[in-house]
């Protein structure tokens, strides 16, 4: 009888252990910004549109939480986005818009046909404030408190399911 | 009416393997003359039937879009071809899970009616463990995942229309790494079967063999056609990413191939008993945590499964209930099998041990670094492992194997003398040096690429080694399957390192009619036309490539918008020489109104899979040499008995 017969099976007890373990916890898919609880840079970017104003950082120091939405008209998931941004639009959410890299025709052209939910929409060419707030693709979306601290970053479009989601969040930071 | 009959069929399969495992075990206690036990086996053919008719049911609701079966309105459609409806009963969840038992079932009916070498006690073990294993798949199915259930009101129309997974490679995948892990659950009842009686003999090897070769050959046109549908479809280029998914499939092959070499020792020397027993519980392991991790979701993965943490838990319990009591008996048992023959180091088994220790160290290596982020998480660190950890890690381990591949089957079996084959192992030395020296001379790559071009050079001249001096006529086909094998195995080298050493790689930004060139191609961006399917948009870029400045072939890869979902995805185009692919990828528009495209030249990547083909060839003619000398033996024996008895008679 040999202690290493046992060893196969001790090694195994630790595999389950570790497998159960895991399998208990639950699975967060959250992606916790580094960015989240600071407050925006400062920017002031130009109208991207002819009917909306730009969009200035300190617009966001004024009232209520408002979601900063990263879009381009050149993105399609912005599109399979749309319809969810009309329902927060509906809700009552104020919606300010940084479209990135993007021609003031195509903008007017994207809304006009896939609806304009945003208050402000500023243009953003170099995609200096994308970068400047932490967002690595289009679309993502934050969360801005009245303060002008960034509470929650969504990445990828919003989803039908999301949308509870950012209604809550938005909720949470107006408190 | 037909689900239901499939239903009942599974609950009496499952009766069955009850009986299966009480017969088997009441025989163990027993003489073996019991008359339950004498059950055991015609309960292991008769669910072996009835397995197959619940199956035959599943592809027949299926097949006819029964949509009042639940199973088929969520993951079917009237409209899909007749090919992918069918492929549909095993596409999802459920029923690849009676898939897997139809297979099982099958094997133990085969086992039952067939196998007559064993000792009648280790084969009564060995159906009572089968019996034992699949029970666990038939309360799986029948408790929580039961394929026939039945809607309260037949839905109008079905939800599986989603285009991507009607793809032929897609339909056949995944039953082929199926059939290649419930072969090696066969292997694992044998070896639970011969621990339970310690009679651990080069029968019980030459019965187990030919379920571990053909195990082996599936898994390995599993890798090969899923590494080769991760290549052309994810339009990235490379053709292993080492995601947990694919080392999921990779570290059964890994255990089989050791489980396959200790084996043939076994049969043929008597030695290594302990180890290739304790191979066959490490075979069938790393299946079911292969099932368990694709499917339990704890591990991130490019795959995207249903996963569900449920089914998981189930998965676990069994994992741990097969397994761990494989293990226990193991630990109990494995001290009380007495030592086999001794051997030299400087021997064919010698060889082969070497072999063995390296397989295992290499499929330590993945296991490790595939269950590494599952171990920091716990700690609230996640990481992901990649190519920088395997590749290197792996290699130490694997280029040691491959010198001893080399040399190892030129070695006599039990004692030989390095001397005697100097000559060759001269020759594999020289050709390594002129390796290392001349590619290093012509191409700048790094030290595993050259490293890998070098061994497969001198593997493959290496692999015919074997057949010298002998009457080829002579030469038994299991021997040739040796022989293929390894030269596939060199041939896949051959291709990862050249891929690796020599791919050319551009992404340019194009307008219509812009030029450009990778390697020896020269590629014209002619026009840019969107092209519209059934659900999705396209842009297709038509390009003309010619070779070296030779004759235009006009090509359009895509790159495809889904609506429904939404997704995007590109569909890639190859241009397949003898020397080597071009891969073009079409992209999205840059600011400027031009058009990314990207491209590669990836001399000799088919090498890659044409190696795997070869490899699973070679296990093809190992299995039917290996059943022919059986099924010969047997008919002597039986001529032999005959005579016997006639001069018994006589007498």
Request: aromatic fraction near 10%; glycine fraction near 10%; charge should be neutral.
């Amino acid at each position: 009888m040999s202690w290493r017969l046992w060893l196969p099976l001790a090694i195994f007890f630790g595999f389950l252990g570790l497998a159960g373990y895991q399998l208990t916890q639950p699975k967060d898919d959250a992606i916790k910004s580094t960015m989240v609880g600071k407050g925006l840079p400062y920017f002031m970017l130009p109208p991207a549109s002819l009917d909306r104003p730009g969009v200035d950082s300190r617009y966001f120091h004024q009232g209520e939480p408002k979601l900063l939405n990263i879009w381009a008209s050149w993105c399609l998931p912005c599109i399979a986005e749309a319809p969810q941004l009309e329902q927060l639009k509906q809700e009552g959410v104020e919606i300010v818009g940084v479209a990135i890299r993007d021609k003031p025709v195509d903008v007017m052209r994207f809304l006009t046909d896939h609806g304009n939910p945003y208050t402000r929409i500023g243009r953003d060419d170099l995609s200096e404030v994308q970068l400047g707030i932490g967002s690595s693709g289009v679309p993502e979306t934050f969360v801005v408190d009245g303060k002008g601290v960034i509470t929650y970053q969504h990445i990828g479009d919003i989803r039908p399911e999301h949308v509870p989601i950012l209604l809550e969040e938005l909720r949470k930071a107006g408190q | 009416m037909i689900a239901e009959i499939g239903l009942a069929a599974l609950w009496l399969a499952a009766a069955l393997a009850v009986l299966q495992l009480a017969g088997g075990l009441l025989a163990l206690r027993g003489d073996g003359a019991n008359e339950i036990a004498a059950l055991t086996r015609p309960a292991a053919v008769l669910q072996g039937g009835l397995v197959a008719l619940a199956f035959g049911a599943l592809l027949w609701v299926f097949a006819i879009t029964d949509l009042s079966v639940k199973l088929v309105a969520t993951s079917s459609h009237t409209a899909k071809p007749l090919i992918f409806k069918i492929s549909g009963a095993w596409g999802n969840h459920e029923g690849s899970m009676l898939l897997w038992v139809t297979v099982m079932a099958l094997a133990g009916a085969l086992i039952a009616a067939i196998e007559r070498r064993l000792p009648e006690r280790t084969m009564q073990a060995t159906l009572a463990a089968q019996g034992f294993v699949a029970l666990g798949f038939y309360a799986f199915l029948l408790l929580s995942s039961n394929p026939f259930e039945r809607l309260p009101q037949p839905a109008v129309e079905g939800l599986g229309l989603n285009p991507l997974l009607q793809d032929i490679g897609l339909a056949f995948h995944p039953p082929t790494l199926y059939i290649g892990y419930v072969g090696l659950s066969v292997a694992f009842s044998f070896a639970v079967g011969a621990l339970i009686t310690r009679q651990v003999t080069p029968d019980f090897a030459r019965a187990m063999r030919p379920w571990i070769l053909g195990a082996w050959v599936f898994l390995t046109l599993g890798l090969t056609a899923g590494s080769y549908w991760a290549y052309y479809e994810l339009g990235w280029g490379g053709y292993w990413f080492w995601d947990p998914v694919e080392n999921a499939a990779l570290m059964p092959w890994l255990a089989a191939t050791a489980l396959l070499h200790s084996a043939s020792v076994l049969a043929g020397r008597d030695a290594l008993r302990v180890w290739t027993i304790m191979l066959g519980v490490v075979a069938f392991s790393m299946s079911m945590l292969g099932t368990f991790l694709v499917r339990s979701g704890v591990l991130t993965s490019v795959h995207a499964f249903a996963v569900d943490p449920e089914r998981g838990s189930f998965i676990l319990f069994l994992l741990a209930i097969y397994i761990g009591g494989a293990l226990l008996l193991f630990a109990l048992r494995a001290g009380a099998i007495s030592e086999g023959e001794r051997f030299s180091m400087a021997s064919r088994e010698g060889a082969l041990v070497v072999n063995n220790v390296m397989l295992s160290a290499i499929l330590a290596v993945v296991l490790l670094g595939t269950l590494y982020p599952l171990l920091t998480e716990a700690f609230d660190v996640r990481v992901s492992v990649g190519p920088p950890y395997f590749n290197p890690v792996g290699a130490i381990f694997a280029f040691p194997m491959l010198t001893v591949m080399a040399v190892g089957p030129l070695l006599r079996w039990r004692q030989d003398r390095w001397g005697r084959i100097s000559k060759e192992m001269g020759l594999v030395a020289a050709l390594l040096l002129a390796g290392v020296v001349l590619f290093g001379l012509l191409a700048e790559a790094s030290l595993l690429a050259l490293l890998g071009l070098t061994f497969a050079v001198a593997l493959a001249a290496a692999s015919f080694l074997p057949l010298k001096g002998r009457n080829l006529r002579r030469v038994p086909i299991a021997t040739w399957g040796m022989v293929v094998a390894h030269l596939g195995v060199a041939m896949m080298l051959f291709g990862m390192a050249s891929e690796s050493a020599f791919s050319k790689e551009k992404l340019a930004a194009l307008e219509e009619g812009g030029m450009t060139s990778v390697g020896p191609w020269s590629v014209r961006l002619e026009a840019v036309e969107p092209v519209a399917g059934p659900n999705w948009t396209a842009i297709a870029g038509r390009m003309s490539a010619s070779y070296e400045q030779g004759e235009p072939v006009q090509i359009a890869p895509q790159s495809r918008n889904f609506w429904a979902p939404p997704q995007q995805t590109t569909e890639s185009v190859l241009i397949t020489r003898w020397d080597g692919q071009l891969y073009a990828v079409m992209g999205g528009s840059s600011t400027d109104g031009r058009w990314q495209v990207r491209l590669w030249w990836k001399p000799f990547v088919t090498f890659i899979w044409y190696g795997g083909l070869l490899v699973a060839l070679g296990g093809v003619m190992a299995l039917v040499g290996r059943v022919r000398v059986d099924l010969r033996r047997r008919l002597v024996r039986r001529k032999l008995a005959e005579r016997r008895n006639d001069m018994e008679t006589a007498v």
